[in-house]
């Protein structure tokens, strides 16, 4: 971790998938202020790296600090709209806001306030439960289980869970972005049959140079 010092003192020199390394070591070896800190500098640099966005809410979430994690959140489902992982996390963040809600309406002994709290607690807890049956009711699972840019185009793997009974085929409609957040390169991929409970996978080559990040329409 000492060879971090430096990214950590002056990231400005280093490309966003240097910072991305440093902190996925630093938060593999259990530093999370530092992975945090180089979580943050990826996104100035690329705001679209999924891994990024994902982990960093996460750690925020688990710091207590679930309301700076909300952005995050809405751009993580935004590229990755078919894994309910990202949406069981900002049903947690919502889930808290009721919570603390419920701690003030306690504390006080204004009707009128303890009427606006009761409101706003339900509010907050149905969208906690939509959320949470978004992600309980997909019919499957996204998850992109590699990315490897290229100087010319990338290469992208992914897997779908097949969460229903009947073998089904699924077509995945991936953009792949530059810096900007500009598409460069919409390709799809068609997988094979996926028995009803299986994974299978998909891979799609794009040729495009520039390519840094990647977003995918979602799954019906």
């Not at 259990?30 to 979580?39: D, Q, R, S, V, W």
């Not at 069981?88 to 419920?102: D, H, M």
């Not at 500009?182 to 390709?187: A, F, I, P, S």
């Not at 996926?194 to 495009?208: M, V």
Request: glycine share 8%.
């Amino acid at each position: 971790l000492e060879g971090l010092k430096p990214m950590l003192e002056n990231p400005a020199p280093y490309a966003d998938l240097a910072l991305l390394i440093g902190a996925e070591v630093s938060r593999m070896s259990g530093n999370l202020p530092n992975a945090m800190t180089l979580y943050q500098e990826t996104l100035k640099k690329n705001p679209n790296a999924r891994d990024a966005n994902y982990f960093l809410a996460y750690l925020l979430i688990d710091a207590n600090r679930g309301e700076e994690a909300l952005p995050l959140l809405d751009r993580l489902i935004e590229i990755d709209p078919s894994n309910g992982d990202n949406y069981l996390l900002k049903s947690i963040v919502i889930r808290n806001r009721a919570t603390a809600a419920q701690t003030r309406r306690d504390a006080t002994r204004d009707a009128t306030q303890r009427q606006t709290l009761l409101r706003e607690i339900r509010a907050l807890t149905a969208q906690a439960d939509s959320l949470g049956a978004k992600e309980s009711g997909m019919p499957q699972k996204v998850q992109v289980i590699g990315f490897e840019r290229r100087p010319e185009g990338a290469k992208l793997n992914g897997t779908i869970e097949n969460r229903t009974q009947a073998a089904k085929t699924y077509t995945v409609e991936m953009s792949f972005l530059n810096a900007a957040g500009e598409v460069l390169e919409t390709l799809t991929a068609t997988t094979e049959s996926i028995a009803g409970g299986a994974t299978g996978g998909f891979e799609i080559i794009a040729t495009k140079p520039g390519i840094v990040a990647w977003r995918y329409k979602a799954l019906p």
